[in-house]
């Protein structure tokens, strides 16, 4: 890789609601890393320079409405941002690094993909990925296009599903959901991705209840079942601040309100809130529905 810059975008929410996630995952990228890291925080902005800029009231630049985070749509703006050149990683702000980037980096990829991802022959999860922007170009809308139509972000995860063969998959354990089964020696990047039981909201609720604010995920807050994952992000939280990172150090001027879709009944995922949950009878009918269902290739929101 000789002395190239890894480039990092990572969607965050842009009223200082997730300060501890992005500390969290600034210091673990760092720690595992020898490489040289670009960090590009991609937040809502006033500013119409700004590639992430939107004008609720005008509707111009982004359309958020349709959005479950404040974020979900930016991950197609990064080729355009990165003038159709070389790679890229996006990754969400509530990951924590466990191996050395420059491995997602510089994965293999085939000669078709655009965007190298986990996944299969049925299903991907761009929520931590590694884009060939150059391959990007033929396929994604002009920047200007993908932020002015509200169903942008379902038509280009459409896209994908269409054209399986854009999308490279990678060792699972890249983009590993809230734990799956594994051992913390086995993961190389944690995506604690149920908004409900995420660990930073130990430390984010209280800091915004004391101001006065409250957080941008509307719904149930409840413990995440990984105590040792638990443990580990706590672990990670008190190693940044030996080493001098610090929440506030990301406080931004806050965006103000913003359209988005609600999580009031927002249910999680499989990994952190399991079948189990469900009585006999329903999981009974789940199971035998899902002997002759069709697979269809699936994708993240």
């Not at 958020?64 to 003038?83: D, L, M, Y």
């Not at 413990?223 to 001098?244: I, K, M, V």
């Not at 103000?256 to 999981?283: C, E, L, M």
Request: aromatic fraction near 12%; charge should be negative; proline fraction near 6%.
């Amino acid at each position: 890789m000789n002395n190239e810059v890894i480039k990092v975008f990572v969607g965050c929410d842009p009223n200082n609601c997730d300060l501890e996630q992005m500390m969290v995952l600034d210091y673990s990228l760092h720690k595992h890393t020898q490489h040289q890291v670009q960090i590009t925080w991609m937040q809502l902005s006033h500013d119409p320079k700004s590639p992430w800029y939107t004008n609720q009231d005008s509707k111009e630049g982004w359309r958020t409405e349709k959005w479950a985070t404040p974020f979900s749509g930016f991950r197609w703006a990064i080729p355009e941002s990165c003038n159709y050149q070389g790679r890229a990683i996006y990754m969400d702000a509530d990951v924590v690094v466990l191996c050395d980037i420059a491995e997602l980096w510089a994965h293999p990829k085939t000669d078709e993909a655009i965007v190298i991802a986990k996944g299969g022959k049925n299903s991907a999860r761009l929520c931590t990925c590694v884009w060939d922007c150059e391959k990007a170009k033929h396929y994604l809308p002009p920047l200007k296009d993908i932020q002015a139509d509200p169903d942008a972000h379902k038509k280009l995860m459409q896209l994908l599903k269409d054209k399986p063969e854009l999308v490279q998959s990678y060792q699972s354990s890249y983009n590993n959901i809230d734990g799956e089964d594994l051992p913390i020696e086995q993961i190389k990047i944690l995506h604690y991705s149920d908004m409900g039981t995420q660990f930073s909201h130990k430390y984010s609720l209280p800091r915004l209840e004391a101001s006065g604010q409250k957080h941008w995920f509307d719904g149930k807050i409840m413990p995440h079942p990984r105590q040792d994952l638990t443990e580990l992000f706590d672990q990670y939280y008190q190693e940044a601040l030996s080493a001098g990172y610090r929440p506030e150090n990301y406080i931004i001027q806050p965006f103000g309100d913003f359209s988005k879709a609600t999580q009031i009944n927002y249910h999680g995922n499989k990994v952190t809130r399991p079948a189990d949950d469900k009585n006999w009878f329903t999981r009974s009918i789940e199971n035998l529905k899902s002997k002759f269902r069709k697979k269809r290739f699936s994708l993240d929101d």
